[in-house]
């Protein structure tokens, strides 16, 4: 009697779950306002370019809709201009997947991808997120819960089921970024985004690699890469500079030859403008002694 009675109580509190949720307020990031707002501006940016219009100097057009920043318009600029073929992304250091710069391509514009990040809790979360969000539902995004090294960055993107070109990838795992976009061959991005590390300044420095490195590790800014250097492995992975959010910690590169005369390279200083970035240079100055590599 007593299961009976629980199993009638569950089917209740379930069936008032699904009554709630099917009668909430739509989220304005997902509603169809947004979609037809982010069609059109893609829809009018992709004309421009094909009709060979004067474009912005550098991505002036960011928004925020799920980034943490302005990335996600700066990404739909990007797909709208470059025309990206493939419209699928690898997140590595995703956390839930949900504040990502990721998230937008995949709840707005219908792309597939995959989301990597060691924190159970947080793949937990994102995972039940886009399984039952009404665009996502059917064919969610692959989550992937693992801790990242360079040593095993490659398996993990393989074993999801990816390989190959893609259209977009960002790596955010605050310490070994340089190292696992060095290490990366699975696939082969179209643009990549990247957190660097800006209070290094312009010095060609790398944190040494640490495959046991969990933020904030040994110091809160010892860890990364500076944007010089960051810059210098983009160029030998075949790579141009293209922007950054605005603050000038998240580089943007887009695969050399592809729509260049749309989207032309530009100079790290360009990008490196905000005051916030002057202010943050003296912070190195407890760690300036520390050891660092300095690649070619």
Request: hydrophobic letters at 40%; one cysteine or more; aromatic letters at 10%.
């Amino acid at each position: 009697m007593r299961s009976l009675l629980g199993r009638i109580a569950d089917r209740v509190v379930q069936a008032l779950v699904r009554r709630v949720r099917d009668h909430s307020p739509l989220d304005p990031r997902t509603s169809p306002a947004t979609k037809l707002a982010i069609a059109a501006f893609h829809a009018d940016w992709r004309a421009r370019a094909r009709r060979c219009e004067l474009l912005p100097q550098g991505l002036g057009v960011g928004a925020r809709i799920f980034s943490q920043f302005e990335e996600d318009g700066l990404l739909l600029y990007l797909d709208a201009v470059l025309e990206l073929e493939h419209c699928t992304f690898v997140d590595i250091g995703a956390a839930d997947g949900i504040n990502s710069n990721c998230a937008n391509l995949a709840l707005n514009l219908g792309w597939h991808g995959l989301f990597i990040d060691g924190n159970p809790q947080a793949i937990a979360r994102g995972r039940r997120f886009y399984q039952e969000h009404a665009d996502t539902q059917l064919w969610p995004p692959v989550f992937v819960e693992a801790f990242i090294t360079r040593e095993n960055i490659n398996q993990l993107i393989l074993d999801a089921g990816f390989s190959g070109p893609i259209g977009i990838m960002s790596i955010d795992i605050d310490g070994n970024d340089y190292w696992v976009w060095e290490a990366v061959s699975a696939v082969d991005p179209a643009v990549v985004v990247i957190e660097t590390h800006i209070e290094f300044g312009m010095r060609n420095i790398v944190v040494p690699y640490d495959p046991q490195h969990v933020y904030p590790g040994k110091h809160p800014d010892y860890f990364s890469a500076s944007p010089v250097a960051m810059l210098r492995l983009a160029g030998r992975k075949g790579y141009r500079l293209v922007g950054a959010n605005r603050y000038g910690f998240n580089l943007i590169f887009v695969r050399r030859g592809l729509y260049e005369d749309r989207v032309p390279e530009v100079s790290l200083d360009s990008v490196l403008t905000h005051p916030r970035y002057r202010a943050r240079l003296d912070r190195f100055d407890a760690i300036k002694d520390w050891k660092y590599e300095t690649p070619e």
